[in-house]
């Protein structure tokens, strides 16, 4: 097969020190852009633009997209150490994931972290090798009512994770709804909710209320009860602490996750924070452990570690083959492959398949890289939770600020991002969750668009999106899981007043 | 007594030395200097600013921090540069949108004088292609206009909201044949990339968009290109005809980018900048780069560049209310 020769030939050009260097220093910078919160790849790799200028086009893009991959590594670090999420991509994680660690088994959770998403990452890596140009034409042929059904599909979520009180889990996605309307009209430009503040139409940048909502309030309510460490397990070498029992349990959650994330991925404006969302949730019905999940399922912190890899060696397809860049990441990265004249797209892999080759092969490697990274690191990492509150707490604080900042340079985003913390405390004392939020907050632009293209499509009707297969059957699916869930949800209530009034 | 008089023109001297090198003019730049970019990284607009600060540092060694502001927009990455402090360390990447289109569609929202800038010059040009998606029955712009008049409401235009060359570039294209508004279908887009990712899968069937972002679409034949406003024919289109050739020549919206200053610049900021970009646009170097970036090098000077925005301005601001102005 030609595909396996052109590969093997990248793979002997990938692993030339040069090469080698830049991915294990992408690696590196990626895992730490990816456990620093708040500065996520995006950041990392506009930082790193520049270098284009001084460095060869094979080297610089290695180290790039190897930050992109790494980032995804390194985001759960912190979730699970500290239920702070280094990114969007790790906040589901911190469910289970903290839990784990609270119970005395961070190690085993940064571990199964680190496998999953290298399992994950690596058989997308295969999908991208094998099958990009019919993925890309797929994922093509998904237009707006499409991604409207994908988007009900999602929301349908919101009902699962709305814990025992579905009108407060509701309102918090009503919230996220609210907040995300702050801001110019995507189309038209016509402002909302801006109050005449110019700064206000540039809308709140969703990882500063990420950041406070998690991290800020996590900090606060920490300081507020005194904590003092956040676990006094005894913990082990980092060998000794993977058990392999627990890696064959979750196997079936690195599986499915991988397949969710990297079909997922390919498709434009499916960013790895909405795919571990999915991943979870996905999880959460099938799994034989799901009476677990949100108590430290081990499974809750494979699938969407597993789903965010998976998403990442999903998101080069269309970026590759087509120049489409699904997440704004991947777009920084368009730009640096433009800055050396490479143009993405369909005939890149003709023209140029020394460089997309050699690109493809050193991010298998860099997969390899990042486990052996991150493995031993878990001990150490583990180690953390031991240290002291009051030196992690301002640390937390300093890190917060600074990569709300970066985001878009502007102060108004640390401000935002410690108002939420404030918010987050509120929402916690009414017991209202705040996944929903996020959720509804990733959700609703992409809902918003793709509604409002779906209708100017059509000329004005709706009937376009019960017209095309696609779209019509992930609404369903969306529709049916919602019936379910709240079927669930209505048949344990009347079995709790039953067994009330038996007791009584 | 004569200690405190020295002391005195000690102390007044060295507060007096502090303004001296701004009031000789030289050396300048002595610290990297930023440039604003209005919008996200990866877009058309990053990349012009990229261009340069590479171009810059490459050839000068002068450091070109390019920062980006996005937001509103460009309102907010331009309000930050207008009213950022004169001294030559702050510019704005100047470019089509946040100039005359800010001002012509956006007027409602600018808390500045859109006019005041510190106008330097302009660099690179990048003209619009309109495009239909590859199995359109419609093959020149005359066959698209006909296809809209015999069946109103079925053309599907992709646009990008009030910023951008995809909304004037249609809505003048539409006047042109004298086509409201309401016989097109159109839909709306956040960015350049998401239209033409829907013309490649069909979902849209027309649409004008600058040749950069176009470009891998293009070589792909994912999309169609029928025609393009420029004044001769691309060197990598040489089949698809110029709108002069397709009987449309007062079709001309087009993307640009260069630089500006915020308002009251020092003349030394000026001139050094005027002087460095007018070798620029001279150096087969900075051609290379821009080609890489698939832009069309176009210099124009301050004053020039101020009028041409004042006709650009007046040319939009005739298209405005069809686009959609606030």
Request: glycine share 12%; aromatic share 10%; with cysteine.
């Amino acid at each position: 097969m030609d595909i396996f020769v052109l590969l093997l030939r990248g793979f002997s050009n990938a692993l030339s020190l040069e090469n080698l260097f830049f991915a294990l220093v992408g690696s590196i910078l990626g895992t730490l852009v990816g456990v620093l919160p708040g500065i996520g790849p995006t950041a990392g790799i506009a930082m790193l633009l520049p270098l284009t200028t001084l460095l060869p086009p094979i080297p610089a893009i290695i180290m790039l997209a190897a930050i992109y991959y790494g980032a995804m590594y390194g985001g759960s670090t912190t979730s699970i150490l500290m239920n702070i999420p280094g990114e969007i991509s790790s906040v589901i994680t911190c469910v289970d994931g903290h839990e784990m660690a609270k119970q005395g088994r961070a190690a085993q959770a940064l571990a199964i972290a680190a496998i999953s998403s290298f399992i994950a990452g690596t058989l997308g890596l295969m999908g991208l090798t094998f099958f990009s140009p019919p993925l890309a034409d797929l994922a093509l042929r998904m237009g707006p009512p499409e991604i409207f059904g994908l988007v009900v599909f999602a929301f349908s979520m919101v009902a699962s994770m709305s814990g025992k009180s579905l009108l407060k889990g509701v309102t918090s996605a009503a919230l996220g709804m609210l907040i995300c309307l702050v801001g110019l009209d995507p189309q038209l430009g016509a402002d909302r909710l801006t109050f005449g503040s110019v700064t206000l139409m540039g809308g709140l940048d969703f990882i500063a209320i990420i950041m406070g909502l998690f991290a800020m309030k996590e900090v606060f309510q920490n300081v507020g009860a005194r904590v003092g460490l956040i676990s006094t397990a005894r913990l082990g070498s980092w060998w000794r602490m993977i058990k392999w029992s627990e890696i064959k349990q979750s196997l079936g959650a690195i599986i499915r996750s991988t397949i969710t994330g990297f079909f997922l991925g390919c498709l434009p404006g499916c960013t790895p924070g909405i795919v571990t969302f999915m991943a979870y949730d996905l999880e959460k019905k099938f799994s034989k452990n799901r009476a677990n999940f949100g108590k430290g399922a081990i499974e809750g912190v494979a699938a969407p570690e597993g789903a965010n890899n998976a998403c990442t060696s999903g998101g080069f397809v269309p970026l590759l083959t087509l120049g489409i860049p699904p997440s704004t990441s991947l777009a920084v990265l368009l730009s640096g492959l433009m800055i050396y004249g490479l143009q993405p797209g369909p005939l890149l892999f003709e023209k140029q398949p020394v460089f997309v080759w050699t690109v493809i092969a050193s991010m298998y490697i860099g997969n390899v890289m990042l486990l052996i990274l991150n493995l031993p690191l878990v001990g150490i990492w583990a180690r953390m939770v031991r240290v002291p509150y009051h030196f992690i707490a301002p640390l937390i604080l300093l890190f917060c600020f600074i990569g709300t900042y970066s985001v878009r340079n502007s102060f108004f985003d640390a401000g935002t991002c410690l108002v939420f913390g404030f918010i987050g405390l509120f929402m916690d004392k009414l017991k209202i969750p705040s996944l929903p939020l996020v959720l509804a907050l990733i959700l609703a632009p992409m809902m918003e668009d793709s509604l409002r293209q779906s209708i100017s499509m059509g000329g004005g009707s709706l009937a376009i999106l019960w017209s095309r297969p696609i779209a019509l059957a992930l609404m369903g699916a969306g529709f049916l899981t919602m019936v379910i869930i709240l079927f669930g949800r209505y048949r344990r209530a009347k079995a709790e007043v039953h067994l009330g009034t038996e007791e009584n | 007594m004569k200690g405190t008089i020295i002391l005195r023109l000690l102390i007044i001297c060295s507060i007096l030395s502090l303004f001296s090198a701004q009031a000789m003019g030289e050396p300048y730049p002595t610290k990297p200097v930023d440039i604003i970019v209005s919008y996200n990284p990866g877009g058309g607009a990053d990349l012009s600013g990229r261009l340069l600060s590479g171009y810059f540092s490459k050839v000068l060694g002068v450091q070109l921090n390019v920062i980006n502001k996005p937001g509103a927009g460009g309102v907010i990455g331009v309000r930050e540069a207008m009213t950022a402090r004169p001294d030559g360390y702050t510019m704005l990447l100047d470019c089509h949108a946040t100039s005359s289109m800010l001002a012509a569609f956006q007027p409602g929202k600018l808390p500045f004088e859109w006019r005041k800038r510190t106008w330097i010059a302009r660099m690179t040009k990048d003209p619009v292609i309109y495009q239909v998606r590859m199995d359109a029955p419609y093959k020149t712009l005359k066959d698209v206009a006909e296809f809209i008049k015999k069946n109103p409401k079925q053309l599907r235009w992709g646009a990008t909201g009030v910023s951008g060359v995809g909304s004037p570039a249609g809505i003048q294209f539409f006047r042109a044949n004298n086509i409201s508004l309401d016989m097109v279908n159109r839909v709306m887009f956040t960015g350049e990339s998401p239209v033409l990712a829907a013309l490649a899968g069909g979902h849209i069937d027309f649409t004008g968009q600058q040749y950069g972002p176009s470009w891998g679409m293009l070589e792909g034949k994912k999309v169609k290109p029928i025609a393009v406003i420029a004044g001769k024919r691309l060197p990598l289109l040489r089949d698809v005809p110029t709108v002069a050739e397709e009987g449309y020549p007062m079709l001309d919206v087009h993307g640009w980018h260069g630089l500006s200053g915020p308002p009251g610049l020092p003349k030394y900021v000026q001139d050094y900048w005027l002087r460095e970009l007018e070798k620029a646009h001279r150096d087969p170097v900075f051609h290379e780069m821009a080609e890489k970036v698939k832009k069309e090098v176009a210099f124009l000077g301050p004053k020039e560049m101020e009028e041409f925005a004042e006709q650009e301005y007046q040319k939009y601001l005739a298209l405005a209310k069809d686009v959609g102005a606030k």
